[in-house]
């Protein structure tokens, strides 16, 4: 009887050893799938966080215009467009923009702006507005911002937003 368990036991000894390499092979598949996962996971986030970036830029030059009343110019007839410098198509290429860092960001081609003139030349502000139709009329522009960065791997946002002016009858 005793030889009968010595020679079991001598069997089963290479069993174990390729059980446990399974169970290795399985865990190390898993780490691989988990570090897969996470790197699309970080890759998706970094996308997302410069489709942000794209937005915010894009939004921050369209306000900065918006505020400024020197870029919507009550001046020619539908068409009319003001744009920054070096861009194509427009009537004029000299939109400032005031805010130095979003100067910086034009200057450099990451962004730019385009105001161009829409509707009729002037007709009576909408009942909304809340002002005395016989002493206004109004003017509406479509500004236009937009963000590119796509060389850098960063993006393009493109931002456009009516506005209406007010003028003064005289």
């Known amino acids: 009887m005793g030889k009968q368990d010595f020679t079991f036991r001598r069997h089963q000894q290479g069993a174990i050893l390729v059980i ?4 290795l092979l399985t865990i190390t598949l898993f780490t691989i ?8 996971g970080l890759k998706m986030a970094q996308n997302e966080e410069s489709r942000v970036a794209a937005v915010q830029a894009a939004q921050a ?14 001046v020619g007839t539908t068409g009319f467009t003001v744009c ?23 200057a450099s081609n990451h962004l ?3 105001v161009e003139r829409t509707g009729t030349i002037f007709r009576p502000p909408p009942r909304i507005v809340e002002s005395s139709i016989d002493k206004f009329s109004s003017a509406s522009f479509r ?12 993006g393009r946002q493109q931002i456009t937003e ?6 003064p009858k005289q």
């Open 61 to 74: 030059l369209a306000d900065a215009i918006v505020a400024n009343p020197a870029s919507t110019p009550v």
């Open 20 to 23: 446990a390499l399974m169970f």
């Open 162 to 167: 009516g506005v209406l002016v007010l003028v």
């Open 33 to 40: 799938s988990s570090m897969r996962s996470s790197n699309i």
């Open 143 to 154: 500004v236009t911002t937009t963000y590119d960065r796509v060389a850098e791997g960063l």
């Open 84 to 106: 920054t410098a070096g861009q194509a198509g427009c009537t004029r290429n000299n939109l400032a923009v005031n805010d130095e860092i979003l100067a910086a960001a034009v």
């Open 112 to 114: 730019a702006a385009r």
